[in-house]
């Protein structure tokens, strides 16, 4: 028996060092991009076997999970809303309804931003909406460029001995050098606001559904596959505890940003009275003039809309758990939410963008509109990001091979420390972590990492493993304070209108009323929604291909006052 114990404990860390192995070799070529993020997960088909960590029967099959088909359900739907415009209608009415005065159009900017963010990508919400930002800042400030040389009079004046008052021949009004820089330097801060708040909304935006980001469904992947009997996640309930989250911190967000920006007023930042009601008119008519170019709603736009509402009403009612959802009338565990995303966007391949003619089921010989449906394949080829695709199943897989070969326990039972702290206390700190290494590294690589250990981690403690997963899922869409963090960030920082440290100062403070935000849910409606303050009986499996046996340790309530 001495011999038969000797030879098989070095079998299994040499199984979870391997694994290791791959983890870490994966994690560099994220954090780097050495190779396309599509490529690098992908390694698992050709290293789990070879290097007899895992099965290639069982690796494959986690790169098409039902998630992932969700995941393609959404972006499907999003490149129909796309292909017929109506995410620009729907920006342009927010806008003429909010108003053109700062800090409410920061406001409708970012309402705008996290709403489109909700069910297309970060980036084409950002994409699309810089370009109105933009638009609406010219006829209300004038030309950028005009602007900036506007910040330096000053210290050019003073070089050459000139501090007098200097003509504005546009609007017939004298004004000292003085009031033109610092008027100047004021709206720059504002056109900077404008620039930061869309970004930040689209990543903010992106949380409360579980296809608005990918994180969010690498957490329900990685909770089937540890936790088959965990049913508590699903588009309904994620919605109800991610949508109040969101707005929260859209709120703080907004308030943060224009007080940093320009102020809380509400007045524009110009200085004579008839050039800020001039300004905001010519503001609003760039608004309307938009809007009506885009003409009445057309029968196409009119059916995306009313597809996208079925799309999210069916996946929140389906089983929203505090009520009886639709899938009650099928065998239960039959219908998920992947089956209903399918459904939908299957019927946008087939459906016509334009009204067809009653007339011609009556008369052949009458006139009737081309069949075009609302959706082609070659444009859902062309839109949908596969790259994204591959990478969830490159997460799923390396989650798997965590969790069979061992590696996930092993790693979780050196945690032993967090242990002693009090659990509230625990996600403050696993939330602020995730969400400063995802400023380096891509949010999907990041919870593809982290999770695995941090359900052991759960699990160790005996404390419910959604208490750590979602704030940690959530907190790893937080990253504002690098351009590289995300690509939303890149996009507003190639604009040229922003600097690294315009970001990391909004940022730093944006990182931190996020993980406040995330703490004060998870501890509140969070609590009361998933029954956190017990350890519930799907938890309470053994991880049985692990050769590396759980450590128990003292039982703490996640609910201890003193971490409160």
């Not at 098409?64 to 109506?86: H, K, P, Q, R, Y």
């Not at 909010?98 to 970060?122: D, E, H, Q, R, Y």
């Not at 009323?513 to 350890?535: H, K, P």
Request: aromatic share 12%.
């Amino acid at each position: 028996m001495l011999s038969h114990i000797t030879l098989s404990l070095p079998i299994g860390l040499m199984k979870e060092g391997k694994c290791l192995y791959v983890v870490l070799l994966m994690a560099v070529f994220w954090c780097t991009e050495a190779l396309p993020l599509a490529v690098t997960a992908m390694l698992p088909v050709c290293l789990f076997p070879t290097m007899g960590i895992l099965q290639s029967k069982i690796v494959c099959p986690q790169y098409f999970l039902d998630t992932n088909f969700l995941f393609l359900s959404g972006l499907v739907m999003a490149s129909a809303i796309e292909e017929w415009g109506l995410h620009r209608r729907i920006a342009l009415k927010v806008l003429k309804i909010v108003g053109v005065k700062p800090a409410w159009l920061i406001l409708g900017m970012m309402i705008t931003s996290a709403f489109l963010s909700m069910w297309l990508s970060n980036t084409a919400t950002t994409a699309m909406m810089l370009p109105i930002a933009n638009a609406i800042l010219e006829s209300l400030f004038g030309d950028l460029a005009t602007l900036k040389e506007n910040c330096k009079l000053k210290d050019e004046t003073e070089a050459d001995g000139v501090l007098g008052e200097l003509p504005k021949l546009d609007q017939g009004i004298i004004e000292t050098t003085e009031e033109i820089r610092t008027e100047s330097e004021y709206q720059m801060k504002v056109w900077k606001g404008f620039m930061i708040c869309i970004p930040y909304a689209a990543s903010i935006g992106g949380t409360a559904t579980l296809t608005g980001t990918a994180p969010n469904l690498i957490l329900i992947g990685q909770l089937k596959s540890y936790f088959p009997e965990c049913d508590l996640i699903n588009f309904g309930s994620w919605f109800a505890f991610s949508f109040p989250l969101m707005v929260l911190f859209l709120i703080l967000s907004w308030l943060w940003i224009s007080f940093l920006y320009g102020g809380l007023n509400t007045r524009l930042c110009v200085r004579k009275q008839d050039e800020r009601a001039q300004a905001e008119r010519k503001a609003q008519a760039v608004i309307e003039d938009d809007y009506r170019k885009l003409g009445p709603i057309n029968f196409a736009e009119g059916a995306i809309g009313f597809f996208f509402i079925l799309f999210a009403v069916l996946l929140f009612t389906r089983d929203p758990k505090f009520v009886t959802g639709w899938s009650k009338f099928f065998n239960k565990g039959y219908v998920s939410d992947a089956t209903t995303g399918v459904i939908i966007v299957s019927i946008l391949f087939i459906f016509p963008s334009q009204k067809p003619s009653l007339s011609w089921w009556f008369d052949s010989r009458a006139s009737n509109t081309s069949y075009v449906p609302l959706l082609s394949w070659r444009k859902a080829q062309e839109c949908v990001p596969w790259n994204i695709i591959l990478l969830l199943g490159g997460g799923f897989a390396m989650a798997k091979g965590c969790e069979e070969s061992g590696l996930a326990a092993w790693l979780g039972s050196y945690l032993q420390p967090i242990a002693q702290v009090p659990p509230a206390v625990a996600v403050m700190f696993i939330t602020a972590f995730v969400a400063c290494f995802t400023e380096f590294a891509s949010n999907t690589a990041t919870i593809i990492i982290f999770l695995p250990v941090i359900a052991e981690l759960a699990m160790f403690v005996n404390v419910n493993p959604l208490y750590f997963m979602i704030p940690a899922t959530i907190g790893c869409s937080f990253a504002f304070m690098l351009p590289v963090s995300t690509p939303p960030n890149s996009i507003a920082f190639a604009s040229g209108h922003l600097l690294v440290k315009d970001m990391v100062k909004t940022g730093f403070v944006m990182n931190i009323l996020g993980i406040l935000s995330v703490s004060l849910a998870i501890n509140t409606w969070g609590r009361a929604m998933f029954s956190l303050e017990t350890y519930p009986d799907w938890a309470r499996q053994e991880n049985m291909s692990s050769t590396v046996p759980h450590v128990q340790f003292p039982s703490v309530s996640p609910f201890n006052l003193t971490g409160l």
